[in-house]
Nanobody, 121 residues
Framework: QVQLVESGGGLVQAGGSLRLSCAAS?????MGWFRQAPEKEREFVSAIIWGNNLTYYSDSVSGRFAISRDNAENTGYLQMNSLKPADTAIYYC?????????????????WGQGTQVTVSS
């Protein structure tokens, strides 16, 4: 059973950067990041295939965010640059041990507790 612990959220001004971390125990096929703003549905942000480092991004963050993983540390990262107020949300990391659509929330079996990211204008 994979367990996930997130860290790295906070308050930042527009144009700034933050890096989120997701410490994971156990085997996983892929790890994803999702976000949920107030009164909105959870949306896909980015994902990485743990074994081959293949990455995926939503159109809204492509070119600004970068997902990565450290195999030795068993930790995933989401580097967020050029942040905008529209990026304000609770960010969740998630992982799965079985194949699935990395962009779909229901493909993930395990979720982190979430970390708040607030971008001020």
């Amino acid at each position: 059973q994979v367990q996930l612990v997130e860290s790295g959220g906070g308050l930042v001004q527009a144009g700034g950067s933050l890096r989120l971390s997701c410490a994971a125990s156990g085997r996983k096929l892929f790890m994803g990041w999702f976000r949920q703003a107030p009164e909105k549905e959870r949306e896909f942000v980015s994902a990485i295939i743990w074994g081959n480092n293949l990455t995926y991004y939503s159109d809204s963050v492509s070119g600004r965010f970068a997902i990565s993983r450290d195999n030795a540390e068993n930790t995933g990262y989401l580097q967020m640059n050029s942040l905008k107020p529209a990026d304000t949300a609770i960010y969740y990391c998630a992982a799965s041990t079985v194949p699935g659509n990395v962009r779909a929330p229901d493909a993930y079996r395990t979720w982190g507790q979430g970390t708040q990211v607030t971008v001020s204008s």
